[in-house]
């Protein structure tokens, strides 16, 4: 591909340390910053701090040190006139960019440099939506890269988009957490929107009596997949050919084979408040599938309950509020250094 102005932005927040998320940002720097007439940064810990010279203009906020920043600076980079995204973080900062691009109506191409929890404790799985590179920085000529189109999920409280997202969203009040001894726990789903880090090993129930999911499809027609108090963990995920580790196995296999895009399903037991452990296998799983352009509806669900999109906490849901979640097969463009 040819691109003369890119945007470079950091997570500095990402899995594997602020220290190696800055390394891996200076070592892009240094590789594409000959390459183009413009290298875009974001501000501090973005991008700036590692990324310095001629042609290089910091764009963007770091005030509130959460997903706003990167929305905003993404944002900023797309008006400037960025041609391709080189992101040094994990799945959500991917998402937060497009949601920014996408504010402003265009999309370019997006270059993941893998610094996430998930994408360097499990560097083999298959589908990362737009993880380039992984196990290091390795130089590479801008020249060489090559875009496909990347399948993903919209999602709407109201009718209005609130999140971009490339493998699954849920509702659930906690969230899954390394601490600094890399121990797996379980936070409060809702602070951590506020940027606390607090335990929460016994979340309250995400829905009621009435609470209700339903699929909206123009092919299948209504499909009720949940109703009342029983539900637990509500997962809306994409197909892809190479199955994501949340789909893996049961219905998710099926659903790839018979040409579905989605799958939507929820454990109906509410002992199960993010995951279920062990100690509850066998687990019973309650799922349907469904096209692209088809709605996941819920309504109903508890006050203040946790809508979540590929590990991010995105917002908190009124009991009044209608969400909705759908695929759309061509949402975002990934780039990718071409095989030889």
């Not at 945007?7 to 899995?15: K, W």
């Amino acid at each position: 591909m040819k691109a003369d102005r890119i945007a470079l932005l950091s997570n500095p927040y990402a899995g594997c340390g602020r220290e190696k998320v800055l390394e891996l940002t200076h070592q892009a720097f240094e590789c594409l910053q000959p390459q183009v007439s413009e290298i875009m940064v974001g501000p501090g810990d973005m991008g700036e701090v590692v990324c310095q010279g001629d042609n290089v203009t910091v764009l963007g906020q770091d005030s509130t040190h959460t997903r706003r920043d990167t929305i905003e600076t993404a944002r900023q980079m797309i008006e400037k006139g960025a041609e391709l995204f080189v992101i040094v973080s994990g799945d959500g900062t991917y998402n937060d960019a497009l949601e920014g691009m996408k504010s402003v109506g265009a999309t370019v191409p997006i270059f993941g440099i893998a610094s996430g929890r998930f994408n360097t404790i499990y560097p083999r799985r298959k589908h990362d939506p737009f993880v380039s590179m992984r196990d290091g920085f390795r130089p590479f000529s801008i020249e060489d890269l090559v875009v496909e189109d990347v399948m993903g999920l919209v999602s709407r409280i109201n009718g209005e988009i609130v999140s971009y997202g490339f493998f699954w969203a849920t509702v659930a009040n906690a969230l899954a957490y390394s601490d600094d001894k890399g121990n797996m726990i379980t936070i409060d789903a809702a602070k951590a929107i506020r940027g606390e880090i607090v335990p929460l090993p016994d979340p309250p129930a995400i829905a009621s009596e009435a609470t209700q999911i339903v699929v909206h499809s123009n092919v299948l027609g209504e499909i009720e997949l949940a109703s009342g108090r029983d539900i637990s963990m509500p997962i809306v995920a994409h197909v892809v050919d190479e199955i994501n580790q949340i789909m893996a196995g049961e219905f998710g296999a099926l659903a790839n084979i018979l040409g579905l895009h989605g799958v939507a399903y929820y454990f109906p037991d509410t002992r199960i408040k993010f995951l279920p452990t062990p100690d509850l296998f066998p687990t019973d799983i309650r799922s349907t599938g469904f096209f692209e352009g088809d709605q996941v509806r819920f309504t109903n669900l508890n006050d203040g309950s946790v809508f979540q999109v590929d590990s991010t906490p995105i917002c908190q849901i009124g009991s009044d509020d209608v969400l909705t979640v759908e695929v759309v097969l061509k949402l975002g463009q990934k780039a990718f250094v071409k095989p030889y």
